[in-house]
T-cell receptor, first 113, second 117 residues
Framework: DSGVTQTPKHLITATGQRVTLRCSPR?????VYWYQQSLDQGLQFLIQ???????AKGNILERFSAQQFPDLHSELNLSSLELGDSALYFC????????????FGSGTQLSVL | GENVEQHPSTLSVQEGDSAVIKCTYS??????FPWYKQELGKGPQLIID?????GEKKDQRIAVTLNKTAKHFSLHITETQPEDSAVYFC????????????????FGKGTKLSVIP
């Protein structure tokens, strides 16, 4: 168990809908990262938050947004969903600062029908 | 941006044999190279990592080597066991910048390792 908690584990929705994925980082970790895993693209970095502030952005679509709350949990919001958004979404956390080791949650499997 | 190529995509070995997975990276500024193991239904788990100032690192049956000049690094698993069967990912990052770290990792596409009993 990595200590990173993601909910829900599975999400099935329809095109055009909006969903929210939730992540609780390991106790003491200040950084949260979101990754998307698909068969053709592999693991793609989406966005990172550090202590409530956006730190880095990767290949995140404009339809997607994220935030990190004062209690350090994070949410990834996906809107106007398309079939191609179906993927496994992972959250990872790290201490931040000079710590490079990322710890991943078990992921949320999103299926857009 | 960084590009990480990983080979092979699938690898089958007999139990007890060694397994080697190779990765190349494109950005010479990358300085941190972790390896992750992903089992079915789980998230990637860090198994070993190496920094650019080190050429080799070992942890029991697992070792990683880094050749900065050639920009490639490899994972070596010796005396493989059935429980080593999983998907392995290499990754690269440039490490921290200006204060709080941004360790966004660029991952390879993964290697599915099957250890045959």
């Amino acid at each position: 168990d990595s200590g990173v908690t993601q909910t829900p584990k599975h999400l099935i929705t329809a095109t055009g809908q909006r969903v929210t994925l939730r992540c609780s980082p390991r106790s003491g970790d200040l950084s949260v990262y979101w990754y998307q895993q698909s068969l053709d693209q592999g693991l793609q970095f989406l966005i990172q938050y550090y202590n409530g502030e956006e730190r880095a952005k990767g290949n995140i679509l404009e339809r997607f947004s994220a935030q990190q709350f004062p209690d350090l949990h994070s949410e990834l919001n996906l809107s106007s969903l398309e079939l191609g958004d179906s993927a496994l979404y992972f959250c990872a956390s790290s201490v931040g600062g000079r710590e490079e080791k990322l710890f991943f949650g078990s992921g949320t499997q999103l299926s857009v029908l | 941006g960084e590009n990480v190529e990983q080979h092979p995509s699938t690898l089958s070995v007999q139990e007890g044999d060694s397994a080697v997975i190779k990765c190349t990276y494109s950005d010479s500024a990358s300085n941190y190279f972790p390896w992750y193991k992903q089992e079915l239904g789980k998230g990637p788990q860090l198994i070993i990592d190496i920094r650019s100032n080190v050429g080799e690192k070992k942890d029991q049956r697992i070792a990683v080597t880094l050749n900065k000049t050639a920009k490639h690094f490899s994972l070596h698993i010796t005396e493989t066991q059935p429980e080593d069967s999983a998907v392995y990912f290499c990754a690269a990052s440039k490490g921290a910048y200006s204060g709080a770290g941004s360790y966004q990792l660029t991952f390879g596409k993964g290697t599915k390792l099957s250890v045959i009993p």
